[in-house]
């Protein structure tokens, strides 16, 4: 779809997620939070805390600083979800490394049955990273100093949305208020659209179903993997998360032979089935 509408007339929504691990399924999404602009102004802010499923390890509270105390009694993400769509569901969406957040998101959608957002999103940091290559990274902490930014609390979601916000204001205004949105996306170059990051999609295979499943449990599967393996080499692994990328979708996983955490991408994934030996695909 080609999209001509001027940035100078679009609504702007950004958004920001802080979780619970790294990786999507098997981790939560514990805080959202997104700002509403348009037109030199914000018409709305959203902000909620959220339980996730389980503990918080102190290596993730050191990162976004929620403590496991601030979210005891916080509302489970099934309870906003559809307030989370609505709010997300007009206007053109951007996040600072928008695929991190688009792969939690997607996930609970597709869970609570809501359709995917249709339009592409913009992601400030591909887009600093064209249109201001000074800085020496293009973290949001790093852009917030470079554009001199009012800072907020790091690595919480309402705070880093509205910095997210800011770095695409100056982003729009480098490349023009009267451009299209279409222009934006072209200087982005990397096309970031919801539907790429589908767990239903994987669904539609009986390995990625059951390989999700497994996740959503966080039970431990044996593989077989690689195209030269044995047809009886499985290998035991604890899936941590999913990812969907267009070099290959894979799960990330605790590999109990080489104990360590692993890339295992699903194309190469040949076989699976339970510990127990019950064979899912």
């Known amino acids: 779809m080609f999209y001509t509408d001027k940035l100078k007339d679009i609504i702007l929504t950004a958004f920001d997620t802080e979780t619970s691990g790294g990786y999507p399924v098997y981790s939560d999404i514990c805080e959202f939070a997104a700002v509403k602009w348009r037109g030199g102004k914000i018409l709305e802010t959203y902000q909620t805390l959220l339980k996730p499923r389980e503990l918080m390890t102190d290596f993730i509270i050191g990162i976004h600083g929620i403590s496991n105390e601030m979210v005891k009694d916080a509302p489970v993400i099934s ?22 957040d688009l792969g939690f998101i997607s996930y609970e959608f597709e869970k609570a049955a809501l359709n995917l957002p249709i339009r592409p999103v913009f992601c400030t940091s591909l887009l600093s990273r064209a249109l201001f290559p000074e800085p020496l990274n293009h973290k949001l902490q790093t852009l917030i100093e470079f554009f001199n930014i009012p800072k907020g609390t790091a690595h919480r979601a309402l705070d880093d949305a509205k910095a997210c916000l800011e770095v695409a204001l100056r982003c729009i205004e480098k490349k023009g208020w ?9 200087v982005q170059g990397k096309e970031i659209i919801w539907n790429n990051f589908s767990l239903n999609q994987l669904r539609e295979s009986e390995m990625g179903r059951n390989l999700i499943a497994a996740m959503e449990k966080k039970s431990e599967v044996m593989i077989v993997y690689g195209t030269d393996a044995k047809a009886e080499n499985f290998r035991p692994i604890r899936p941590k998360g999913i990812v969907r990328s267009p070099n290959g979708d894979f799960i990330f996983a605790f590999c109990e032979i080489d104990k360590i955490d692993k890339r295992f991408y699903m194309r190469r994934i040949q076989r699976v089935k339970l510990v127990d030996q019950t064979e899912l695909f």
């Open 79 to 100: 309870d906003k979800i559809q307030e989370i769509h609505k709010f997300l569901s007009d206007g053109f969406l951007v996040a600072h490394h928008a695929p991190f």
């Open 178 to 186: 009267d451009e299209s949105v279409q222009s934006l996306l072209a």
